[in-house]
């Protein structure tokens, strides 16, 4: 007998940007795909529409609050929809909607599971509290291995109880053969980008985590070095973090580096956006997982610069750990912006064809590494793990 459907609940603070966001629209493809029913719980967001586009239940609550109160009102809502709708298994993406999902879990008895895409920061003993529902699952998913030595290491969680499930990319659009010029050139165009310019792109949210101002610092080295026809162009979106913008602007002019730094914000056209650029840099001062700007890019055949914090040995292939005829791009100590410079000094004045040649490797790397399929596959077997023999019998629960 061919096992039943599954109905997942799965919680999300948003559904906007961000790696939660796009991992839970993620999910409900794959759940939807393979013939089980996604119900999303969020406060959702500009991308809340995909939810029902993939076939997936929306339901809108505010699940990104972090007041306890709201937790709680939250926990019994998740209960009765979990009563409601026969759930099979909770599935929190974040904290504020993990202790919510977690408290409902163990109200109706179901398993509950969380995936993390991030490393958290853990100031105090309130912030540890805070963040140690994530690894109350009776899986704890992580998007790489350098958040599964994370979890082992803070937190103790057996490593039987860790899955590594890398994220994956939709390799259908990001394909460089589907890039034609007039779509580079106008891109450009609207950076202020002159012709025969090389465009070091700085990927990732307008954070302070994300690094921006070590790509300014860094910036400034390369024109002190006196490197020409060289801008940056940051292209993530500040979700209203208008302090940490300002701060990047006076760092811009205290660092004379207007002429060689855009901020041009998230664009719609993401492949394109890779297509324009030289080098792509992603230089997070903290653990992210497995950033999926990092790997899109070299997806899209652009050599990559990555810190050490940023992105672990499996998201990009960089010395030492591979020989230079096998490098997808290069790491870099995490907030040291002399280090970065000097890494976009060795890309910038390589011919362009080791430039192809290291891209090509990228996107060779990424394809072998990251499809979509298999990621679904083990998620799926760890779904059926969780719930349990019953539950893909045929056989109802109580």
């Given at each position: ?163 590594v499930i890398p994220r994956w990319i939709d390799l259908g659009s990001i394909e460089p ?222």
């Amino acid at each position: 007998m061919p096992p039943r459907p599954l109905t997942v609940l799965i919680t999300v603070p948003t559904l906007d940007a961000g790696a939660a966001d796009e991992g839970a629209i993620e999910l409900v493809r794959i759940l939807v795909r393979a013939h089980h029913r996604p119900i999303v719980v969020s406060r959702g967001g500009r991308h809340q529409g995909a939810v029902a586009e993939a076939g997936g239940e929306f339901i809108r609550r505010d699940m990104a609050s972090k007041n306890p109160f709201t937790m709680l009102r939250n926990s019994v809502a998740l209960a009765r929809i979990v009563r409601a709708r026969r759930c099979d298994l909770v599935h929190a993406h974040g904290r504020a909607p993990g202790w919510s999902a977690y408290l409902a879990a163990r109200i109706m008895r179901v398993p509950f599971l969380t995936t993390w895409y991030k490393g958290f920061r853990e100031q105090n003993w309130a912030k540890r509290l805070y963040n140690s529902v994530m690894v109350r699952g009776a899986r704890v998913i992580v998007v790489s291995d350098q958040l599964a030595d994370l979890v082992h290491s803070r937190y103790g969680t057996p490593w039987g109880r860790i899955a590594v499930i890398p994220r994956w990319i939709d390799l259908g659009s990001i394909e460089p053969s589907k890039i034609g010029p007039e779509r580079v050139a106008a891109l450009r165009r609207n950076w202020g980008v002159e012709p025969g310019t090389k465009v070091v792109l700085a990927v990732g949210r307008i954070l302070r985590r994300k690094g921006h101002h070590i790509v300014v610092q860094a910036m400034q080295r390369l024109k002190l070095r006196g490197v020409k026809n060289v801008v940056c162009v940051f292209i993530g979106e500040d979700h209203g973090r208008s302090r940490y913008v300002c701060e990047l602007w006076d760092l811009v002019q205290a660092t004379g580096t207007s002429d060689v730094v855009r901020m041009a914000g998230p664009g719609d056209d993401r492949a394109a956006t890779y297509a324009a650029a030289t080098i792509v840099v992603s230089a997070a001062t903290q653990p992210e997982g497995l950033q999926r700007a990092v790997l899109e890019a070299q997806a899209m055949g652009r050599p990559v610069i990555v810190s050490d914090a940023g992105a672990g040995p499996e998201s990009v292939l960089a010395p030492p750990a591979v020989a230079d005829d096998r490098i997808t791009g290069l790491r870099v100590p995490a907030g040291d912006p002399a280090e970065l410079a000097a890494a976009l000094v060795h890309l910038l004045s390589l011919p362009d064809s080791d430039r192809r040649a290291i891209g090509a490797r990228g996107r060779s790397w990424v394809i072998g590494q990251f499809r979509a399929d298999a990621a679904a596959e083990s998620l799926l077997r760890l779904y059926a793990d969780v719930v349990g023999r019953a539950a893909w019998s045929g056989r109802q629960r109580d």
